[in-house]
């Protein structure tokens, strides 16, 4: 894995890469609020060994990215850093988006005005979110897997934020919901949705009402009994990254 700084809308952004020489894809993995790209390595090692070159952005404000802590402001500036770090890899390779949570929204948004090859999507921010009525509410770590090391390494991560969010952030959030729910379907992008049925921090049902506004003809799902929040980090991982690499294997 190579760390490395790109230029972002705010700042100079960490970005990590696991590179392939034999690539056949790339997949640029977008973290939820509050976590940074590191979380994903597993994720992004299992990938290369399936022919991806893998980069992983932190966030404006998350990580070891420049900002204010948390703090979003700028949500066009956020998609424009996610397409910052398809560049960073400097790869002439079909794109595979994964989004998780709040990365979900903004991989949508993404792809809603740029081409990619597929977009997965992991208990997305989408439709409507009730975390906006909740505005004092730290993570609670216990809610991310049934597996409690992923609650115990996530409650000891010096890059994890660990309060609650700030108000301009949630205003940011309020903002692109709506601006996603408006904006284009995804029409005939393959698109692959992945979330926990037991998720709350973004119950699917609240997911569901963005995933009806915006899929297309390539829309799929994938719904887990009993799982929690981080659905890549949860008991049943293995099977859900069977799920992720089949549908690449796929569509890609």
Wanted: net charge negative; hydrophobic share 45%; charged share 25%.
């Amino acid at each position: 894995m190579i760390e490395s700084n790109v230029p972002g809308h705010a700042g100079e952004l960490s970005v990590r890469t696991w590179p392939n020489l034999d690539a056949t894809w790339l997949a640029v993995l977008v973290h939820g609020l509050g976590e940074h790209g590191g979380r994903y390595t597993h994720v992004a090692e299992e990938l290369v060994a399936h022919g991806a070159l893998v980069v992983a952005p932190d966030l404006v404000g998350h990580g070891r990215s420049e900002g204010r802590r948390a703090v979003l402001a700028d949500f066009a500036g956020i998609v424009a850093d996610v397409g910052a770090a398809i560049s960073s890899a400097a790869a002439d390779l079909p794109t595979v988006l994964f989004g998780h949570s709040f990365g979900g929204l903004a991989a949508v948004r993404h792809a809603q005005d740029h081409d990619v090859a597929a977009l997965v999507l992991s208990a997305p921010l989408l439709g409507a979110w009730d975390g906006l009525d909740r505005p004092d509410d730290a993570v609670d770590p216990d809610l991310l897997s049934r597996d409690p090391e992923v609650g115990r390494r996530y409650a000891a991560d010096p890059l994890v934020w660990h309060g609650p969010l700030p108000d301009v952030t949630l205003g940011t959030i309020e903002h692109a919901l709506d601006e996603v729910n408006f904006g284009p379907a995804l029409e005939h992008l393959p698109a692959l949705w992945l979330h926990g049925a037991d998720d709350r921090i973004v119950p699917v049902s609240d997911t569901r009402t963005g995933t009806d506004r915006i899929r297309g003809l390539r829309f799929e799902e994938r719904i887990y009994p009993g799982a929690r929040h981080e659905v890549l980090n949860e008991t049943n991982r293995d099977e859900v990254l069977a799920d992720l690499v089949s549908f690449v294997r796929r569509v890609v």
